[in-house]
Every structure is written in C-alpha cells, then in structure tokens.
C-alpha cells in the first residue's frame, strides 16, 4: 500500500491506543522528541494483525520505498511456540531471509513485547512486507495464537 502520510500528532494518539507498557512508552517518547527536533513531523501508524496462517498475504507496510522509524510487537499470553517476525525489503511477500528479524521464544511464554526504533530510519529501498514465520529460515507462517501483533510506524525515504 503506498504512504499515506499525517502529522506526527495523530501517529502519537494512535500510538497511545496501542503501546500502555512503560518501557514501550518511553521509547516512543524518545522518537518523538527526536522527530520534533528532526523536523520530521509527517509519518504513518500501521496497525500489523493477520500477519499468521490464517491471513490471506503478507502484510504490506509499504510498496513505495520508505523508512521504518518504529516496529512495536507483543506476542499473545497463551502462546508456548516459537516465532520469527520478519520485515523484508520487497513490495509483497517476506522473505524466508527477512532484513529485520525478532525472534520470540516459545519456552519462555508468551505476552512478551518489542520495541525496535530506528531515530533515523531504517531505509528500505523498494518496501516493506511483515508476516509471522515458524522457523529462521522458513516461509511457513505461524499459527493465529502464536503470531505477534502491535503497529509499525514509517514514513517516506
């Protein structure tokens, strides 16, 4: 989908809605603070669900090059398996390889967050696809109770 882009005003309400866990807050707190300073105040909030076996693709976050300033992630409670969320540079589909991998161990329970920000972007030169994998190097998405869920936050390259 190509970049519809709003004041970071409205990217921080939205955020509100979906980050409430402390470390996660501050981090976006942070982002903002260097975004207002950056004078970069045009952004986009992307909600990321459906990114399992059930969804019908992956989840295009962008299919215009763009950069990736925040990937927010929280795995379900009751989930025990393992999973790999991936970002891959392509316009729609994600790699087997992706170029930004969090991996959440099943062992350890589920409910677990991530927050990776990037004050500067991260640049990807064609798009940005996510899906929920089963392995490292597989292509085999994870099962809807597993996947994690959250919001990405990009903007323009």
Known sequence: MALTLERLNLVKQRCRMDAHKP???ENLRALWKHMEQAGQ???QFLPIYGADITGAADVVLANVPCKLYALVLEKPA???VDVWSK???HISAT???G?????FVGTGGG???CALIFPDGHIFSAGATFCNHTANDGTTRSARVDAPVGFAIVGAA
Not at 99 to 103: Q, S
Request: hydrophobic letters at 45%.
């Open 23 to 25: 470390g996660i807050v």
């Open 41 to 43: 105040l045009d952004m």
């Open 78 to 80: 009751a989930s025990t």
């Open 87 to 89: 970002i891959s540079n």
């Open 95 to 97: 790699e087997a390889h």
């Open 99 to 103: 170029d930004i991998v969090v991996n």
């Open 111 to 113: 409910g677990r967050t």
